[in-house]
């Protein structure tokens, strides 16, 4: 789920379903496939139906489990993309406060927080996100945005060689992960290392020449 490529995520919604269809009381398994339809609505597919299939998802999983942390984050992002921004803070908190080790609960409240212009807050959970879970880079990405837009560009600049710190550890580990080549070639260009980052970029693409967030974040890339 968390590569973020279409292919992916389809592939994620594929096994949630397949986990259901063994035991149909998984509420995990509902809390998961909420989250990636939630995901397909936004990067991929703006059609409604994603929206509402991820919301029935995550109420069923909270009917099957009501203390279910990633039940009450998977619609806090549900909430965030209807753009029901009280339900959706409302809903990561009471995530967080389920399970205080859930990164993802603290990530989709600090994108709760960054869409309503509180950049400030949404950094400070950032941090925690990749204090819970350093390989989660999205999060780098999220920070280093907070910052750009706060105009704190000691704190900015602190945080892209950290993710530059960061992305080659977790490459090796996962090297036909697309989404965090092109991350972290936009990291590199941020630092002033265009040409490690055009290879970066060039593989990104190889990886997933078929992928429309991809071509998006390639054009950022490149722009």
């Known amino acids: 789920l968390y590569r973020f490529t279409k292919n992916s ?8 379903r397949k986990a259901i269809e063994y035991d149909g009381r998984y509420a ?6 909420s989250e990636a339809y939630a995901h397909l609505y936004q990067q991929f597919d703006r059609n409604n139906t994603w929206l509402d299939n991820a919301l029935e998802a995550g109420l069923k999983a909270l009917m099957y489990d009501p203390s279910l942390s990633e039940a009450y984050s ?20 009471k995530a967080i406060e389920l399970n205080p080790s859930n990164h993802i609960a603290y ?24 204090e819970l879970s350093p390989d989660f880079y999205s999060a780098y990405g999220d920070i280093i945005l907070c910052y750009d837009i706060l105009g704190e560009k000691e704190e900015l600049n602190k ?22 080549h092109i991350f972290f070639a936009i990291s590199l260009v941020r630092s002033g290392r265009i040409d490690d980052a055009k290879i970066k970029a060039a593989r990104a693409i190889e990886l997933s020449p078929n992928d ?5 974040n390639a054009a950022c890339f490149y722009s």
């Open 9 to 16: 995520v389809q592939t994620a919604i594929e096994l949630f």
């Open 74 to 93: 998977a619609l806090g992002l549900v909430y965030l993309y209807k753009k029901s921004h009280d339900e959706a803070l409302e809903s990561s908190q």
């Open 159 to 180: 945080w892209v060689e950290i993710a530059n710190q960061m992305f080659p550890r977790y490459l090796s580990l996962h090297p036909d992960d697309a989404r965090a």
């Open 107 to 130: 990530w989709i409240l600090g994108r709760t927080y960054r869409t309503t212009d509180r950049n400030r807050d949404a950094a400070e959970l950032f941090k925690k996100v990749i």
């Open 28 to 33: 995990d398994a509902y809390a998961g496939m």
């Open 212 to 216: 429309p967030l991809m071509f998006y």
